[in-house]
């Protein structure tokens, strides 16, 4: 791996030899490997942390207010003070306490969402892959539409009518996301439904049931996971733009993407109140696309080897 | 002939899916919740909230009510607004200039960046290069677009100075809007070119141009790129309606005049005939686009026969 001249176009770029043979995995690659689920797992461990236990990390109660001490800068800079390590916002709450219960809110939302979402969607697939028919078109129909559609714009007019409530934002999360797990099930349904061990269950008596749950399900679950923790991150980036909005959770519950828009006014004298939450959503998404990716990258001869059907 | 037939096929088709989107925005909105009771001022006693619906029709039955939807839309009827109490489309039209010249140049900025560097991470495969863009890609693609867009506005806005943070005017108020839109387009658009290209490279017709001794820029600008790049196209053009549409995030942060952003003001002061009008019309911009698309897309590869891949 020799350092390439980024500089010099004009030196003819060598076509590496490599690219025409069979692909292997980059030290790049195998690094990768073991960093990506590394980092995964990090903010994993602190999201659960801040979901179950804020009050143990937390310093300080995420709504309570003191107005003497508004727009404290953090620890490090003049003026800051080790009782609010990440400083204070507007109304003088702690930004680092805001921000671990924030994770809370962010985290079960988008969890529930995708959860349900996912349920229904890959229920969808799997049955719709399986039976084919009337269903199956009717369903790919419907995953189109919804895909075709700018969901947030459908989002926002649900949100401005229905009422700005956790139940209602969770519903119109989960409905952003089944699509996505029925294409993926359904196709892959389509494929597994023609193998032989299908056939051998249908000839030894199973039910549709039984063969969808315990043989079509067990086969599709590592796409499922990949698609998870691809919705995930998704549904995050979802749930804080609609809070940002002023669309999501409501005050007093914190919530990441709803103190960005409350301390947006206060960019120009206190970036700490905007830098430090969405630095947590964008770990928490990096996180799962990270861990997506690496997924996706394990499996990844897996599944080809056996859609070639060896 | 063939190609008239084609066209007319489409043109129905788009007005299939208009139609489609138009009633499916009438469902959302009248099935969740009493839009009378968004109008209403908090101390409406029941008379006045029996008047508002009897004034926005909502009185009548569902059926009447969607198809006076219908036949309005069809004119570019779309009520009159409570806030600006002049016709909705009108107070929209103003704004639709500021949102596309937003979306454009967010987009022209994703394609003049995004290729190249893909194509340089796809033939640079497995180096630091790659290894650094790919890197650089994921990031890119975690970070919501409104908090980019706040800390830019802190960097070059306020540390430095060097850029206006909000409103529109002059090419410098369109940069850091345009630059923020176009982030997740971007990486995006370097990853599909990148893996794009890497398929054609692999391909039995790159082998044989490099076996009659064809050197590496002839074999990739002659040969590879028009291939890898017919799904870079059809991304690109997808991706049009999705900064169309995303502009809503964008435009509030940076207080761009656009149609996102009316929506949203006009969310949080209850002009529910706006709300209404903005998102059939955003929808409405979407599908068109997308339409559009596809219909370039089958233009360049004639080999697709069905809609898209």
């Known amino acids: 791996m020799s350092p390439v001249e980024v500089s010099a176009p004009a030196r003819p770029v060598e076509m590496p030899a490599r690219v025409l043979v069979v692909p292997r995995r980059s030290h790049a690659g195998r690094r990768g490997l073991v960093l990506k689920p590394a980092f995964g797992l990090l903010v994993g461990v602190l999201l659960s942390l801040c979901t179950l236990v804020p009050g143990e990390i937390a310093p300080t109660s995420p709504t309570d207010q003191d107005l003497a001490a508004r727009l404290r800068p953090p620890v490090w800079m003049d003026g800051g003070s080790a009782r609010h390590p990440l400083g204070t916002d507007s109304l003088g709450r702690d930004v680092c306490s805001r921000v671990i219960y924030g994770a809370r809110t962010t985290f079960l939302v988008a969890l529930v969402a995708t959860l349900v979402g996912g349920a229904a969607g890959a229920a969808l697939g799997l049955f719709s892959g399986y039976h084919g028919g009337l269903v199956e078109e009717l369903v790919r129909k419907l995953v189109d539409m919804q895909l075709a559609f700018p969901y947030l714009l459908l989002a926002i007019s649900v949100l401005a009518v229905a009422g700005r409530s956790v139940p209602v934002l969770v519903t119109v999360l989960a409905l952003s996301s089944w699509p996505a797990f029925a294409r993926i099930v359904r196709g892959e349904v389509l494929s597994l439904r023609e193998r032989q061990f299908i056939e051998g269950a249908r000839a030894i008596g199973c039910r549709d049931l039984r063969i969808l749950l315990a043989h079509l399900l067990p086969s599709v679950s590592a796409s499922l996971c990949v698609v998870w923790s691809f919705d995930l991150a998704r549904v995050v980036v979802l749930e804080s733009s609609l809070s940002f909005l002023g669309l999501g959770v409501q005050p007093p519950t914190p919530s990441w993407g709803m103190d960005l828009s409350d301390s947006r006014q206060f960019l120009q004298i206190a970036y700490w109140t905007v830098l430090f939450p969405g630095l947590a959503i964008s770990l928490v998404v990096l996180a799962a696309n990270l861990v997506g990716d690496w997924v996706r990258d394990v499996l990844d001869p897996i599944v080809k080897r056996s859609r070639a059907g060896v | ?309």
């Not at chain 2, 506005?153 to 369109?174: A, E, K, Q």
């Not at chain 2, 995030?249 to 209404?276: K, S």
């Not at chain 2, 998102?279 to 026969?305: E, H, K, M, S």
């Open chain 2, 1 to 309: 002939m063939r190609r008239l037939g084609q066209i007319a096929w489409a043109l129905g088709h788009l007005l299939v899916v208009m139609l489609g989107t138009a009633s499916l925005v009438f469902v959302v909105l009248r099935c969740s919740g009493d839009p009378a009771m968004m109008v209403a001022p908090p101390q409406a006693t029941l008379d006045d909230l029996q008047a508002i619906r009897r004034e926005l029709g909502l009185d009548r039955p569902m059926a009447a009510q969607y198809v006076e939807f219908l036949k309005k839309l069809a004119v570019g009827d779309l009520a009159q607004s409570f806030r600006y109490r002049r016709p909705a489309l009108e107070v929209l039209g103003e704004r639709v200039g500021a949102t596309v010249q937003l979306a454009l140049a967010a987009q022209l900025l994703a394609i003049v960046v995004a290729i190249p560097l893909g194509i340089l991470s796809a033939i640079r495969r497995d180096t630091w290069l790659d290894a650094g863009l790919t890197g650089f890609v994921t990031l890119a693609q975690s970070i919501p677009h409104f908090w980019l867009g706040l800390m830019a506005m802190v960097v070059f806005g306020v540390y430095l100075g060097w850029l206006p943070t909000s409103g529109r005017g002059g090419w410098s108020n369109l940069i850091l809007p345009a630059v923020t839109l176009s982030s997740y387009s971007m990486a995006s658009l370097t990853r599909l070119t990148r893996s794009s290209v890497l398929e054609v490279l692999s391909a039995d017709y790159i082998r044989t141009a490099r076996a009659k001794g064809l050197g590496a820029w002839p074999i990739l600008f002659k040969h590879a790129l028009k291939n890898a790049l017919i799904p870079v196209v059809t991304l690109t053009g997808l991706q049009l309606g999705v900064l169309l549409s995303g502009a809503v995030v964008v435009e509030t942060v940076f207080a761009w005049p656009g149609i996102g952003r009316l929506t949203i003001e006009a969310i949080h002061t209850r002009d529910y005939p706006l709300v209404q009008a903005g998102v059939v019309f955003l929808a409405l911009l979407f599908v068109v686009v997308n339409q559009g698309v596809d219909l370039c897309y089958r233009w360049l590869d004639p080999r697709t026969i069905g809609p898209g891949r």
